[in-house]
């Protein structure tokens, strides 16, 4: 089945680490996007691309960086300046950059601080 | 992209329709309504979208008012596997979705 696949489900970091979440998609799509969602609250953009080795920051990049070297591949970095980076973490795609279709989305990645 | 509101819940039978408002009354021409819905712990799930005219699927339909202010989604038989927080968002730049507060949709047997 296609897909889009987040891993692991549940993350946890340590004081001053770097993490890397997994997104990996066999939908053939070529833009992807990270997501933060924080308890109660809906879903703020990180980065997205729209093509292989092109990225862009969204609203909250500070802390993250991203990599984009396969099409079916879009990691993100948490980083030690990220001072708050407790969140559930969300992968989404779609098919071309442009245009009206909808995203679709992985299961998360829940990371939470040692 | 224009902003939504959404009542912040609401209950519905199970067996019943569940019928979801949205207002979207800033909306503008080239801009799409969307409805997702996510539950507890998972991945947001697309349900359907439109543009002017009414969509069905075999998850909903989502009916649109003419002057496009506003919006209801409609889940035809509810089950408690609806229960869910549904989200309704207007865009039309592909690279983010805004999603606001949704509505907490409560199935109940």
């Known amino acids: 089945d296609g897909g889009i696949t987040q891993s692991p489900k549940y993350l946890f970091r340590k004081e001053g680490q770097n993490v890397t979440l997994s997104c990996e998609q066999n939908l053939n799509h070529d833009a992807m996007y990270w997501y933060r969602q924080d308890p109660g609250q809906g879903l703020r953009l990180i980065y997205y691309?729209?093509?292989?080795?092109?990225?862009q920051k969204g609203d909250i990049a500070e802390g993250y960086s991203v990599s984009r070297e396969k099409k079916e591949s879009f990691p993100l970095t948490v980083t030690s300046a990220q001072k708050n980076p407790t969140a559930f973490y969300l992968c989404?795609?779609?098919?071309?950059?442009?245009?009206?279709?909808?995203?679709?989305f992985g299961d998360g990645t829940r990371l939470s601080i040692l | 992209d224009a902003k939504t509101t959404q009542p912040p819940s609401m209950d519905c039978a199970e067996g019943r329709a569940a019928n979801l408002p949205c207002n979207h009354s800033t909306i503008s021409g080239n801009e799409y309504v969307y409805w997702y819905r996510q539950i507890h712990s998972q991945g947001p799930q697309y349900i359907i979208h439109?543009?002017?005219n009414n969509e069905t699927n075999e998850m909903a339909s989502l009916i649109i008012t003419e002057d496009r202010k506003s919006s209801t989604l409609i889940l035809p038989h509810a089950t408690l596997r609806d229960t869910a927080v549904y989200y309704c968002i207007v865009r039309s730049n592909d690279y983010k979705l805004s999603f606001g507060a949704g509505t907490t949709v409560t199935v109940r047997a």
């Open positions: 439109g543009l002017k």
């Open positions: 691309s729209q093509i292989v080795n092109d990225f």
């Open positions: 989404a795609s779609t098919p071309i950059s442009g245009g009206h279709q909808p995203q679709h």
